[in-house]
């Protein structure tokens, strides 16, 4: 079910934003940015309010710069969450088992184009898509970003090096979850089976790294930071 807190500060959506361009991969409509002929692919599984949202394109685009090749697709085909549409009816129709279905299939059509490692980074609704795409050894490497709900099963069945990057106020991914689902990575990690890094950030809520406002200096620079940890980690594990 998704959650109040999942949806607020909704983006101003825009289908123009951005300096990529919308192709169609893996069946689905996609925002596409960076070196077309990369070997090295970012997936990012957007928020409940989809893949138009400006600040995550303009997340994408910050990726790209790095040489990857970054791929955001529709994973709501065209029905992002909006407050006019009732709640549990459009979490009933979205299911993040259904975005990970979905998001295996773009990760493939990226295999079959010559990439060779594809990275996979979730926000909120796209967080719980991600955790369980990692399960899978279709991607190299995770980030969760203020995730909804996720379990320790979920994180025990992780195939790949995982972040976790959480808000101090968060009703859906709340620091002591975090902290315990860090413990079950740390034992993975000593047990030489998956590296994983989680880290709480003080004073934002759920949704702060794409979903700031602009003229709110410390939550622009939390935001700032949060990307820079995704980046670090796709630099070190997509290469």
């Known amino acids: ?9 909704p983006p101003s959506l825009s289908s123009t934003c951005g300096a990529g361009n919308i192709q169609e991969i893996g069946g689905l409509q996609t925002y596409v940015a960076g070196d077309q002929n990369s070997k090295l692919a970012i997936l990012l599984a957007a928020d409940a309010f989809g893949y ?32 006019e549409k009732p709640r549990e009816a459009w979490s009933t129709a979205h299911t993040p088992e259904k975005g ?37 050894d279709c991607i ?3 980030v969760l970003l203020h995730p ?3 379990t320790q099963d979920q994180i025990n069945e992780v195939k790949c090096p ?51 406002e602009d003229n709110d200096e410390f939550g622009v620079k939390s935001a700032e930071e949060s990307h820079v940890d995704l980046m670090n980690w796709f630099t070190k594990y997509i290469k």
């Open 100 to 136: 990970c279905e979905d998001a295996k299939n773009v990760v493939e059509a990226l295999r079959s184009r010559g990439v060779v490692k594809v990275g996979a980074a979730g926000f909120c609704w796209g967080g719980m898509a991600v955790v369980r795409l990692a399960k899978y």
């Open 162 to 212: 995982i972040a976790i990057l959480g808000a101090e106020i968060d009703n859906y991914a709340p620091p002591e979850l975090l902290k315990q689902l860090g413990e079950v990575l740390a034992e993975k990690s000593e047990a030489r089976m998956v590296d994983s890094y989680v880290k709480i950030f003080p004073g934002v809520g759920h949704g702060w790294s794409v979903r700031y």
């Open 1 to 9: 079910m998704l959650g109040p807190h999942c949806t607020e500060n």
């Open 52 to 83: 138009e949202a400006p600040k995550l394109r303009s997340l994408a685009d910050k990726i790209a710069a790095l040489g990857f090749l970054v791929v955001v697709p529709d994973l709501f085909n065209g029905d992002p969450f909006s407050f």
């Open 140 to 142: 190299d490497a995770a």
């Open 148 to 150: 909804g709900p996720i």
